[in-house]
């Protein structure tokens, strides 16, 4: 039992899971503190500038409009990095691979070759 669970844990699939689940939640805390330190303040100064900058007002209750405009550029960064710099990449190399993968054009042994210039010397005989 212990011997089928230390197989499973270190397949590869579920390192490279692991690898890219810890890289993907660090990228996320990376693309969040941008959003927060640079693009909310100028969403801010955008929306009005200060406490009340990036949202309004009904009857007393504050719709953030700025914190969601912030989600939104988070993700799009997170996507367009994960597109740019994973995917793009991993489609050229397995590109790469196909190309790579065709067999060689065999070369006509010594004996193939005989044989096909006997053939040739017999076609070319009169009858």
């Excluded at 909310?40 to 009005?48: A, D, E, S, Y």
């Amino acid at each position: 039992m212990l011997n089928g669970f230390r197989d499973f844990i270190l397949r590869g699939n579920v390192v490279d899971l692991a690898v890219g689940v810890v890289t993907g939640a660090a990228f996320a805390a990376l693309i969040t503190a941008f959003t927060a330190a640079f693009l909310t303040p100028l969403i801010k100064l955008i929306g009005g500038g200060g406490k009340i900058g990036g949202s309004f007002f009904i009857n007393g209750v504050e719709f953030p409009w700025g914190l969601f405009i912030g989600a939104i550029i988070t993700f799009l960064l997170t996507m367009a990095v994960i597109y740019f710099v994973v995917v793009v990449p991993m489609n050229a190399a397995i590109e790469r691979l196909k190309r790579s993968d065709k067999p060689a054009v065999a070369e006509p042994s010594n004996e193939e070759k005989l044989l096909a210039e006997i053939r040739d010397a017999l076609r070319s005989r009169p009858q």
